[in-house]
């Protein structure tokens, strides 16, 4: 023992715990401290030190280990006048297992460097079933000389190493990694959801599926547990979506499309809407079943506000750019056709699209943010066809304080596009969009057989109020029926 590392662990959730336990089992003196005390408790029998306060699990350890839940944390954490760069001792040596930003992880590696430290990035993948078999992939921000000082803590309880030599670069590739889960969580979910539609055995099907190139570990680990019912996280709905929205981020920063992200992304910004924030990734299944399904898993569906959720930063949802892409489902709803999970318009429930069909005698234009019968050809960010009979041309009326007239869509195009007065937010409402700044906003609201673009400001007379430096892609689908 006396020739072993001292470690601090900091966060001993789902994952931590199993991996602090690792590292306390292979014979290094560990220290552990946790915003739930309760949480380490079980490590604290086995031999684990209690700490009240990070600082204080932290001051005299070796090695430091850290793995919260958001990059919000991991900053103030690290970087707070009192934060690990400030407590530890000199020659620290501290890590990070959060899934969280690159760019966060090169400013703390750069800062632990000025300050007589080494800090890098390693988060892992394998889930808690791998944490708890010590069988994890640590994803290392540094060279395999950089952490030749730590490998054999990290061997405690990662089966599998990938340095990928620089500050940040290990954050890229765990979100690479999330990308990929994403689009193979929805592959999950729609299978499962046809093969139901069509009669068949599910297991026999997942198993079919597992023995193909459609195999994936979706498939093979949380399949079961969706089809038993059991919807216990092992990975949590809401660090899932902050991954993914991380990964989006970072790519559209660099505009790069990622459809299968952003479809992923959606319906699970849609069960966190509706009470799923603490349920395991598996529970996006729960998306494609009936009301009582979702009751049954603890979900809601009255909670589901569109107008509150929907885009991660920018686009209609699926990633593709333009007015001229066919996303979502695919299907034109005067077809007849039946969306997500197998359910018909007229079914009364609310599909994996986020509308309300036909549920009860609420008049829908007040319930979404988008309506199911417009006029004019078009498809929305959920894959439907929908009818708009306005004049292409001049379709919006602005009330400024000095004058009104209407905007051809080429001026709304050009204010939404290439015109820059800072960083403006967005938010969706039932009957349209809204978007804010500190100089006034602009209002845009349907009303049938037309789009009403409304300008609030002080100082804006006539003129669009412009909302931001970038096209806001939603704001387009929504007004052009995209």
């Known amino acids: 023992m006396a020739n072993k590392l001292s470690v601090a662990f900091i966060g001993t959730g789902i994952m931590g715990a199993p991996i602090a336990g690792h590292i306390l089992d292979a014979g290094y003196p560990v220290t552990v401290n946790n915003r739930t005390k309760s949480k380490a408790a079980a490590l604290v029998e086995r031999g684990a030190v209690w700490a009240d306060t990070p600082a204080d699990a932290a001051a005299n350890a070796d090695v430091v280990f ?44 750069e800062a632990a460097q000025v300050s007589g430290r080494m800090a890098f990035d390693c988060p892992v993948t394998g889930g808690e079933s791998g944490a708890i078999a010590g069988t994890l992939t640590a994803i290392v921000g540094a060279t395999e000389n950089d952490i030749a000082p730590v490998r054999d803590i990290l061997s405690t309880f990662a089966a599998t190493i990938c340095c990928f ?27 499962l959801a046809f093969a139901e539609l069509s009669g068949l055995d599910l297991e026999k099907t997942r198993q ?11 498939m093979e680990s949380l399949a079961p547990k969706a089809l038993d019912g059991d919807y216990k996280p092992g990975f949590m709905v809401e660090h899932f979506i902050k991954d993914l929205r991380l990964a989006l981020a970072y790519a559209d920063d660099r505009e790069l499309a990622l459809p299968g992200a952003d479809v992923a992304f959606t319906l699970y910004d849609m069960l966190d809407a509706i009470g799923g924030a603490k349920l395991g990734t598996q529970a996006v299944t729960v998306l494609y079943k009936e009301e009582a399904d979702a009751i049954a898993a603890g979900l809601d569906w009255s909670q589901y506000r569109p107008e509150e959720h929907g885009a991660h930063e920018e686009g209609c949802g699926c990633g593709e750019r333009g007015d001229d892409h066919e996303c979502g489902c695919g299907h034109h709803h005067d077809e007849g056709h039946e969306c997500c999970g197998g359910h018909g318009h007229d079914d009364g429930h609310e599909c994996c699209c986020g509308h309300h069909h036909d549920h009860d005698d609420d008049d829908d234009e007040d319930e979404h943010e988008h309506e199911h019968h417009h006029d004019h050809d078009g498809h929305c960010c959920c894959g439907h066809h929908h009818h708009h009979d306005h004049d292409a041309d001049e ?36 009957k349209g969009i809204v978007n804010g700044g500190a100089d006034g906003w602009l209002e845009f609201d349907y009303v049938p057989g037309e789009w009403e673009v409304r300008s609030r400001s002080a100082d804006v007379g006539g003129k669009l109020v412009v ?4 096209l806001n892609e939603t704001a387009i689908a929504q007004l052009f029926g995209c």
């Open 208 to 218: 079919m599926i597992l023995g193909g190139t459609g195999k994936s570990g979706a």
């Open 467 to 470: 909302i931001g430096s970038k």
């Open 395 to 430: 379709v919006f009326t602005s009330w400024g304080v000095e004058t009104a007239r209407k905007f051809t869509k080429a001026e709304v195009e050009h204010a939404l596009t290439e015109l820059d007065t800072g960083n403006y937010g967005m938010i969706l409402r039932s």
């Open 165 to 191: 030599d620089g500050a940040g670069k290990g954050q890229a590739a765990k979100l690479a990694n999330q990308v990929s889960l994403g689009a193979c969580m929805v592959g999950m979910a729609d299978a």
């Open 66 to 109: 850290t793995m919260v839940g958001y990059p919000s944390e991991v900053e103030e954490l690290y970087l707070a006048g009192d934060g690990l760069l400030a407590c530890t001792k000199p020659g620290a040596v501290l890590i990070d297992l959060t899934t969280s930003s690159p760019e966060l992880a090169r400013d703390i590696a």
